[in-house]
Nanobody, 125 residues
Framework: QVQLVESGGGLVQPGGSLRLSCAAS????????IGWFRQAPGKEREGVSS?????????AYADSVKGRFTISRDSAKNTVYLQMNSLKPEDTAVYYC?????????????????WGQGTQVTVSS
């Protein structure tokens, strides 16, 4: 049974950092693309970052987070991380991780087949 569980969200001041984790079970996450998405109140879900299978290792980032967020994976732990630095109030959202049965990184939401329940990130002073 495919399962994705996000953790690491919380309240942080502007300029601060958080690291989100996406723990996978029921499949080998390094065989597939894993993406991070977010949804702010009243807005549509948007792609944040994605990482290809370990065989490829390429990554993709939304323009709004380039240079501030870094996606990585730990194959031994079957976990994908999203390191978020220099956080801004506009980064406030529920963050979701998702798995694409194809290996290439993409920020296209419709490509993803399995989703976690999300973790709340709030950036506020």
């Amino acid at each position: 049974q495919v399962q994705l569980v996000e953790s690491g969200g919380g309240l942080v001041q502007p300029g601060g950092s958080l690291r989100l984790s996406c723990a996978a079970s029921g499949f080998r996450s390094d065989y597939y693309a894993i993406g991070w998405f977010r949804q702010a109140p009243g807005k549509e879900r948007e792609g944040v970052s994605s990482i290809s299978s370990s065989r490829d290792g390429s990554t993709a980032y939304a323009d709004s987070v380039k240079g501030r967020f870094t996606i990585s994976r730990d194959s031994a732990k079957n976990t994908v991380y999203l390191q978020m630095n220099s956080l801004k109030p506009e980064d406030t959202a529920v963050y979701y991780c998702a798995m694409d049965v194809f290996p290439r990184a993409t920020l296209t939401i419709d490509e993803y087949d399995y989703w976690g329940q999300g973790t709340q990130v709030t950036v506020s002073s």
